[in-house]
């Protein structure tokens, strides 16, 4: 139980272009989803976190008119990078919380989509 | 400052070793621990977490907390080359949604 999946796995896009990154939980209800950016050889750093229904809520230093979160149901969250550059090129992870789970640890990670622009 | 630190490695042992995996954090308002595995352009994947302070054990690894020196670590009895992977250790407060993750040790088990 408890899997998450994400689509595509992998994406290269052109320079300039929106790419769009779904997560889905398959066999739970996720009522918080997180975004979250992986440099190679770095650790992840989140990126947002979004509760079904309402806006996401950006991490510091995070532009949110780039990264475009939404939440629109209990088992899907997307990803939109907007107007793509070479610099936004990274793996990108979410993880999905399930109910009312209080403790943080209770997130199932997807297996990440890369992205390169060019 | 970083609020978890942990040592990129790369780490690399024979097989049937023990492994022993640390890191150390800040945040005295940290509750829960964890450990994850993350296998090359894969997810991370939970192993273990603990709860404050203390040990537990899991089959061949052990998670071990200590509060008073704000150190974790996470030992691996009988590695086996399957262990390869990267290792992350995450905290996260109380009742708190934001995990903060060490910035990985990779661990290589050779034949």
């Known amino acids: 139980g408890a899997v998450v999946s994400q689509h595509p796995s992998w994406v290269i896009c052109k320079s300039g272009t929106s790419v769009k990154i779904e997560c889905r939980s398959l066999?739970?209800?996720?009522?918080?989803m997180f975004w979250y950016r992986q440099f190679p050889k770095q650790s992840l750093m989140l990126m947002a976190t979004?509760?079904?229904?309402?806006?996401?809520?950006?991490e510091q230093g995070v532009e949110k008119d780039k990264f475009l979160i939404n939440h629109a149901s209990l088992t899907l969250s997307t990803l939109t990078v907007t107007s793509a550059h070479p610099e936004d090129s990274s793996f990108y992870i979410c993880?999905?919380?399930?109910?009312?789970?209080?403790?943080?640890?209770?997130?199932?990670f997807g297996p990440g989509t890369r992205l390169t622009v060019t | 400052q970083k609020e978890v630190e942990q040592d990129p490695g790369p780490l690399s042992v024979p097989e049937g070793a023990i492994v022993s995996l640390n890191c150390t954090y800040s945040?005295?308002?940290?509750?829960?621990f964890m450990w994850y595995r993350q296998y090359s352009r894969k997810g991370p994947e939970l192993l273990m977490y603990t709860y404050s302070s203390g040990n537990k054990e899991d089959g061949r690894f052990t998670a071990q907390v200590d509060k008073s020196s704000k150190y974790i670590s996470l030992f691996i009895r009988d590695s086996q080359p399957s262990d390869s992977a990267t290792y992350l250790c995450a905290s996260t407060t109380g009742g708190g949604n934001k995990l903060t993750f060490g910035t990985g040790t990779q661990l290589k088990v050779e034949l």
């Open positions: 993880s999905a919380r399930e109910g009312a789970q209080p403790q943080g640890y209770e997130q199932y």
């Open positions: 066999d739970f209800q996720a009522t918080t």
């Open positions: 979004s509760n079904e229904g309402s806006k996401a809520t950006y």
């Open positions: 945040n005295s308002a940290f509750q829960y």
